[in-house]
C-alpha cells in the first residue's frame, strides 16, 4: 500500500492538497475534489490505493452511509480502516478516502449504486454488503429493476463475497448470481416496488399488498417471506436474521443489540454489519461493543440546541426513508418538515405522494422548505393539520422550547445542518 | 353509480412508479368533501380487473412492467368491458402509452398496446423530463394544466382523439400537443400524482359519473398551483 509506484504517489499527495484547500477554503469537505485532481493525474488511482487491501463495498438506496459506519467501527477491532465516512460514494471520494488512509489494511467504501459494476471492477473488492433498493429521485436516478440487473452481471461468475438482505426480492436477484452469498433476513417495511417477481414478472406471495405501502401491521412487517407464484423464485433461507431488538447468528446464538442508534431501520443495518464483521472472523460479542459506539452518522440523528429547543435530526430522501423516519420519530414531540427540490433531493415532488403522512395526526406538524406547498396540499388531502412556515427558523421560533423532531431531505437536512455546524 | 363511487387503480404492481397514488387519494378526497363516500380496489397485475367500477386509474412504470401490463389488460378485457359501460380512466404516462394501439418496447420494438385510444407511441430521441405547462382544449373549459413529466415516449394522436391540451412549457406529445381524450378516457404525459396539481381535471373525471359537482374549499390545490405555474411559465 505504501509502495504506490511514484506517479500514483504524487497524484495522491496532490489530491490530499486539494482536498486540504478545499476545506481551507470552506468550499466543501475536500473528499471529492482530492479524489477528482487524484483521479486526473493518474486515471487507475484507484486501482492502485484499493490493491493489497481488504476491501468491503456497501450499496444500497438507503442506510449505505450508516451501514459503513457500522462496519468500519466494527472492522477497526481488527486493525486501522479507510472508509467515505461523509457519503462521497463516487469514485472520486472513494479515492479521497483511500488515499488519506493509506496504511490502511481494511477498506470500507460506500457505492453509488448505479457506480457499484465500475468500483467493483476496478477495486476488486473481496466482499460486498447490499441492503436494499426502492424508488429514489426517478428525475436522474436509474430505474431500479435495471440497476439491479446491472448488480447481477456485474456479480455474476466473480470471486466474491457478498452479504445480502434476502428479504427485498429485488436485491435477492441482484444478489444471487455471486458464487457466495450470505444471507441476512434484515426486513423489507417498504414493499411497494416489490410485488412482482424480478426473474419473470410473475406475482410475488408476500404479506401487505393494496394498503398502499404504508400502514403495515406489525404482523405484515415481521413477516417476511415472500415467493414467486410462477417461475418458483423465492426468498432463500437466511443464515442471519434480525429478530426485533435481537440478531440471531447462523449458530442460533440470539445477540441484543441495544444500538445508540434509534429505529428499526438501524437494526437491520446492524445486523448486516454483524455478518459482514463475521466474514473477517470478527464475532458479535466482539464486534457489538464496536457497533454500540455509534451514536450519529454525518449529522444524521444528531440532536442540536437553539434557545432551548433539543431538536433531533433526521434525514428522508425517498418514501422509504420517510417511513424509517416516522418509525423513528416520537409520537408526542411536535415536528417540523422540511422539503426541497434541488438537484440532489430530485426535481420532482411526486414521491411525496407515497409517502403515508396520516401517522402524523394528532402532533403539531410543522410544514418549511422551498417545496412546503407541495407537503402543505400532501397534508391536506391526507387529513393531517398544520401549520405552514416561511423558514426553518420561524417554525423552531413557532415551538414552545423542548424536544422536537425534525424530519427534511437531502439539501434542507444540509441546510439545516450548515446552520447549527457541521457536527458529527 | 351505486351507493358509493367505486374508483378502481390497475396495477399498483408494475405501474405505480412514483407518487402515482397521489391521483386515488386526490379522488377519494374531493369526492370525500362533497359527501359522496367512495370505495377504493388495488388491483393486482395477476388479479381480473374488476368490470362495475366508476372511475379507473393507471399509472406510470419501467419498460418491462409496461410491457407486461399491456398483456395482462389485454387479456383480461375488464377494463374494455368497464369503459363500455361508460366508466371513466385516467391513463398517466406508461398507463397512457398502451391504451394506445402501438408502444415502444425496450428496444424501441413496437408493442401492441390494449387499444381504447386511437394513438400510437414510439420512442424520442432523448429523454423528456422537467416541468409542464398546457393550455387545455377549451371545449373541456378546465384551468391551464400544471405536472412534471418524466418519459422518453413520442405519441401520435390519431382521428379518434382530440388533444388534451397544448404545450407551452414542456414536452408532452412531442407535437405541442399534451395528452389526449376521447369519451370517458383521458390519457396524459403528466406522471405520478397529476390530479393533485390539477383538481379540475379530477373533478371532470368525477362529474362523468357523479353528474355536476359542487365547488369546494381548494386552498391548498390552488396555492400549489399559482406557485408552480408562477415558477415555469414564461413571463
Known amino acids: 500500500m505504501s509502495q504506490l509506484p511514484l506517479r500514483a504517489q504524487l497524484a495522491s499527495a496532490l489530491g490530499r492538497t486539494a482536498a486540504t484547500l478545499s476545506r481551507a477554503t470552506g468550499r466543501g469537505d475536500g473528499s471529492v475534489i482530492g479524489g477528482r485532481v487524484g483521479l486526473m493525474l493518474e486515471p487507475d488511482l484507484l486501482r492502485k490505493l484499493a490493491a493489497d487491501r481488504k476491501l468491503v463495498l456497501v450499496s444500497a438506496t438507503n442506510g449505505k452511509t450508516t451501514t459503513t459506519r457500522l462496519i468500519t467501527s466494527a472492522l477497526q477491532e481488527l486493525g486501522e480502516v479507510a472508509t467515505n465516512a461523509f457519503g462521497a460514494n463516487m469514485p472520486a471520494g472513494h479515492v479521497s478516502a483511500l488515499a488519506a488512509n493509506k496504511d490502511a489494511p481494511y477498506g470500507v467504501l460506500e457505492v453509488d449504486e448505479k457506480y457499484l459494476p465500475e468500483v467493483l471492477d476496478t477495486t476488486n473488492a473481496g466482499v460486498v454488503c447490499l441492503m436494499n433498493l426502492s424508488r429514489d429521485q426517478m428525475d436522474r436516478a436509474a430505474e431500479i429493476w435495471l440497476l439491479a440487473q446491472k448488480w447481477r452481471r456485474a456479480l455474476d461468475g466473480r470471486p466474491v463475497h457478498v452479504i445480502a438482505n434476502c428479504d427485498d426480492p429485488l436485491v435477492t436477484w441482484g444478489a444471487s448470481s455471486a458464487a457466495r452469498v450470505t444471507w441476512v433476513s434484515a426486513g423489507q417495511r417498504w414493499r411497494e416496488d416489490s410485488w412482482c417477481c424480478p426473474e419473470c414478472g410473475g406475482p410475488l406471495d408476500r404479506a401487505g399488498f393494496g394498503n398502499g405501502g404504508q400502514g403495515l401491521t406489525a404482523a405484515q412487517i415481521a413477516d417476511t417471506n415472500w415467493a414467486c407464484r410462477e417461475c418458483g423464485f423465492r426468498r432463500p433461507e437466511p443464515s442471519w436474521a434480525l429478530d426485533g431488538e435481537y440478531v440471531r447468528d447462523p449458530q442460533g446464538q440470539h445477540w441484543r443489540l441495544d444500538l445508540q442508534l434509534p429505529g428499526q431501520a438501524n437494526r437491520a443495518n446492524a445486523a448486516v454489519a454483524l455478518a459482514v464483521a463475521a466474514v473477517f472472523g470478527l464475532e458479535p460479542g466482539r464486534a457489538l461493543p464496536r457497533l454500540r459506539t455509534v451514536t450519529s452518522v454525518a449529522g444524521r440523528y444528531t440532536t442540536v440546541e437553539r434557545d432551548g429547543r433539543s431538536m433531533r435530526l433526521l434525514l428522508a430522501k425517498n418514501p422509504a426513508g420517510w417511513l424509517e423516519a416516522f418509525d423513528v420519530a416520537d409520537p408526542a414531540l411536535p415536528i417540523i418538515l422540511s422539503v426541497n427540490a434541488q438537484g440532489p433531493d430530485g426535481r420532482d415532488t411526486s414521491w411525496l405522494w407515497d409517502v403515508d403522512y396520516r401517522i402524523l395526526r394528532g402532533r403539531p406538524v410543522f410544514v418549511t422548505g422551498e417545496r412546503r406547498l407541495d407537503l402543505a396540499l400532501r397534508l391536506a388531502v391526507a387529513g393531517v393539520p398544520f401549520q405552514l412556515c416561511e423558514s426553518f427558523e420561524q417554525a423552531v421560533a413557532a415551538l414552545a422550547p423542548g424536544k422536537i423532531d425534525v424530519i427534511a431531505n437531502y439539501t434542507a437536512f444540509q441546510k439545516i445542518r450548515a446552520e447549527f455546524g457541521r457536527a458529527v | ?235
Open chain 2, 1 to 235: 353509480m351505486q351507493s358509493e363511487l367505486s374508483i378502481v387503480w390497475i396495477y399498483p404492481d408494475l405501474l405505480s412508479t412514483y407518487g402515482d397514488q397521489g391521483n386515488v387519494l386526490v379522488l377519494e378526497q374531493r369526492a370525500r368533501a362533497r359527501g359522496i363516500p367512495t370505495r377504493t380496489v388495488h388491483v393486482r397485475s395477476s388479479d381480473p380487473v374488476p368490470r362495475q367500477g366508476d372511475v379507473y386509474l393507471i399509472g406510470g412504470g419501467e419498460d418491462r412492467p409496461q410491457i407486461l401490463g399491456a398483456e395482462r389488460l389485454r387479456r383480461d378485457g375488464g377494463l374494455h368491458a368497464a369503459i363500455e359501460r361508460g366508466a371513466a380512466l385516467l391513463a398517466v404516462c406508461a398507463g397512457y402509452q398502451i391504451m394506445g394501439t402501438v408502444f415502444g418496447g425496450e428496444e424501441g420494438q413496437p408493442v401492441p398496446g390494449v387499444g381504447l385510444l386511437d394513438i400510437t407511441s414510439g420512442r424520442g430521441e432523448r429523454r423528456a423530463v422537467g416541468e409542464l405547462a398546457a393550455e387545455v382544449d377549451p371545449a373541456l373549459g378546465l384551468p391551464t394544466l400544471t405536472g412534471f413529466e418524466n418519459h422518453m415516449g413520442v405519441t401520435r394522436l390519431g382521428p379518434g382523439v382530440r388533444p388534451l391540451s397544448r404545450t407551452i412549457v414542456g414536452t408532452g406529445n412531442g407535437d405541442g400537443t399534451e395528452g389526449c381524450y376521447a369519451g370517458r378516457i383521458i390519457g396524459t404525459y403528466l406522471h405520478g400524482p397529476a390530479l393533485a396539481r390539477n383538481p379540475a381535471l379530477a373533478d371532470l373525471l368525477l362529474s362523468w359519473v357523479t353528474g355536476p359537482l359542487p365547488p369546494i374549499d381548494d386552498t391548498w390545490y390552488q396555492a400549489l398551483r399559482d406557485e408552480r405555474l408562477r415558477a415555469v411559465l414564461p413571463r
